[in-house]
Structure formats: structure tokens, C-alpha cells
């Protein structure tokens, strides 16, 4: 068993942004600074612990996902139709690769790096009707492999402790799924069923991070929960959010001890439902009483 939830949790907003679509938090150990996106306004924001010194970066398309170089100036990046560089000190892009540009309604979306350095990401169908996406994995070295396919939706990549499972999301299938990773290769194998989503309230899963403990915490989009699963994809906890669309979250704070979760002010479709007047804030929630895992960074 692990360490139960601290019942005394509290929730408070760190950025009020109003962000279209708040995506992929991002806490840097070594720099002790927090990162976000909007992904439908194509903006990276970083930030301190606490909300404080605001910076942003405009990318001038969607971006769906962000990792750091290993030196820190630069961040990899996962814009709609090719992997980016970022550079923080100039705004400079440079295409690393390019990546589904045949397929005209899809979007690159949710990614992270494993222990090795490698950057795994997903791609959309951007009306989230098609099985036209694929889960991704490119390596330091330039190598790009295809883990998966047949995916309306990627969402939620994020590891075991040990690095050796691999967990991940097609949204609207209602279930999570797990892959065994081999670190040494990057590749996958023996998918399976983790957890099946609770979708009765409207919600679909969407980002997710894992404890130290290796128990999965993944946003349920629309439903307005975050979902703590045991490794063994029982339910464990479900935390009520005061808003209806968190979209991801990560563990941060100097002691990788608050978890930040992102969430959109817009929906990308008129099907999906409105929401309150903390809509597209950023999040923290403090005083759960479990830690997180520090991110890689790519090539690391």
C-alpha cells in the first residue's frame, strides 16, 4: 500500500490566464522554475514555484507538447505538424522534424522524455474523430520510431518510477492503457488495459503524471476530477476540481510536493461543455502529502 492522501489538501490558482487551452506542465528541477502551455493560442509560459515572474513565448501555431534541452536554453517542442526548437534567450524556431503534414486535420499533441533522454508524443485528430493518430518516440540521436497507431486522441505519456512501464491514453476509448518499456531500445510491447475511465459524468482522460510511489494521477477533462489510480489501476483517490476542464498536471515545488494542474478556458468543440469563472487558470494543489518524480530532459 502507499501513503494515503492527506484529506487536508488545499487548492489554490497560481496564474489566472484565461488559457484557451492550458496544456503540459513542466517542472524543472535544476532551474526550480514551472513551465506551461496554451495550446490553441501557441504560447509557452514559465513561471516560479509560486506564479511569480511570468514569462511567454509565442510559437505562432498549436504546440502540444514541451521538453528542455539538456543545457536549458531550449526548449524541443511538439507543434502541429513537426518537432521544434525553441530557443528562450532569442525566440528563434528551427524545425528539428517534420511530421504528418499529409494528414491536414491532424495535430501533434501530449509527449515526455523517458530516463534516457528519448521524447515519446502523440498525435490528434484535431475534430477527435478519426483514428488517424500515432505515439511517437524520438531519440537524441535523431532516431524517430511509431509505438502505436490507430489513435483519435493521444494523451497522458508518463512512466513507472523504474521507467520500465509505459502508460498512455487514447481519450475518448475510456480507458488507460500500459505498455512495457524497454529503456535500452525505446520500443514497447504487451499493451493492456491499466484502468478503465469513469465517463458517465461527460469526462475523458487527458494528462497525467505518476507519484514516487508509482501510483498514476491523470485529469479527467470535462468531468471535473483528478483520478489517483494504485499501480494495480484500482482507484485510489478522486479530488472534485473547481473547474470543469483540468487538462494535465505534474508534481513541482522545491520538494516535488505540489501538484499543478493546467486547464482550458475554451473547448475545441462546440459539443464540449463551458465553464466557471476560474476557467483557464493554473492550478496548484498543496499539501497532499506524496511526491512526484523530476523530469528528464531531452537528451539527458
Known amino acids: 500500500m502507499g501513503t494515503a492522501i492527506n484529506r487536508d489538501y488545499s487548492i489554490t490558482v497560481v496564474a489566472d490566464l484565461k488559457t484557451t ?12 522554475l514551472l513551465y506551461w502551455l496554451d495550446s490553441a493560442d501557441g504560447r509557452i509560459f514559465r513561471a516560479t514555484a509560486d506564479g511569480t515572474q511570468i ?38 524556431q528551427t524545425e528539428v522534424l517534420e511530421l504528418e503534414r ?18 515519446v508524443f502523440g498525435s490528434m485528430d484535431t475534430l477527435e474523430e478519426s483514428r488517424s493518430g500515432k505515439l511517437y518516440s524520438y531519440g537524441p540521436d535523431g532516431t524517430l520510431q511509431i509505438l502505436d497507431e490507430d489513435i483519435t486522441v493521444s494523451n497522458g505519456p508518463c512512466w513507472s518510477p523504474d521507467g520500465r512501464t509505459l502508460y ?7 480507458e488507460i492503457w500500459c505498455y512495457d518499456y524497454d529503456l535500452d531500445t525505446g520500443k514497447v510491447s ?14 475523458a482522460a487527458d494528462g ?3 507519484d514516487a510511489e508509482g501510483y498514476l494521477w491523470q485529469a479527467l477533462v470535462y468531468g471535473g476530477k483528478i483520478i489517483r489510480y494504485a499501480p494495480d489501476g484500482t482507484v485510489d483517490h478522486v479530488i472534485d476540481f ?16 505540489v501538484l499543478y494542474v493546467t486547464s482550458m478556458a475554451r473547448p475545441p468543440l462546440p459539443r464540449f461543455p463551458e465553464d466557471g469563472q476560474l476557467r483557464g487558470s493554473l492550478f ?3 499539501g497532499l502529502g506524496v511526491r512526484g518524480v523530476p523530469e528528464p530532459r531531452f537528451g539527458a
Request: some cysteine; hydrophobic content about 30%; aromatic content about 10%.
Open 168 to 174: 498512455f491514453c487514447d481519450t475518448w476509448t475510456g
Open 102 to 119: 499529409d494528414l491536414p486535420s491532424n495535430r501533434l499533441n501530449d509527449g515526455k522524455v523517458d530516463k534516457r533522454g528519448r521524447f
Open 284 to 286: 496548484a494543489i498543496h
Open 208 to 210: 497525467a503524471t505518476v
Open 242 to 257: 473547481p473547474v470543469l476542464k483540468p487538462t494535465s498536471v505534474m508534481f513541482g515545488g522545491p520538494d516535488l510536493d
Open 190 to 203: 504487451n499493451r493492456r488495459t491499466f484502468a478503465r475511465v469513469d465517463t458517465s459524468g461527460g469526462g
Open 55 to 92: 514569462r511567454a513565448w509565442d510559437v505562432r501555431e498549436k504546440i502540444g507538447s514541451m521538453t528542455l534541452y539538456r543545457d536549458g536554453t531550449a526548449a524541443l517542442t511538439a507543434l502541429e505538424n513537426g518537432l521544434y526548437r525553441v530557443d528562450f534567450e532569442t525566440g528563434e
Open 21 to 32: 487551452l492550458g496544456e503540459g506542465p513542466l517542472w524543472d528541477t535544476e532551474q526550480q
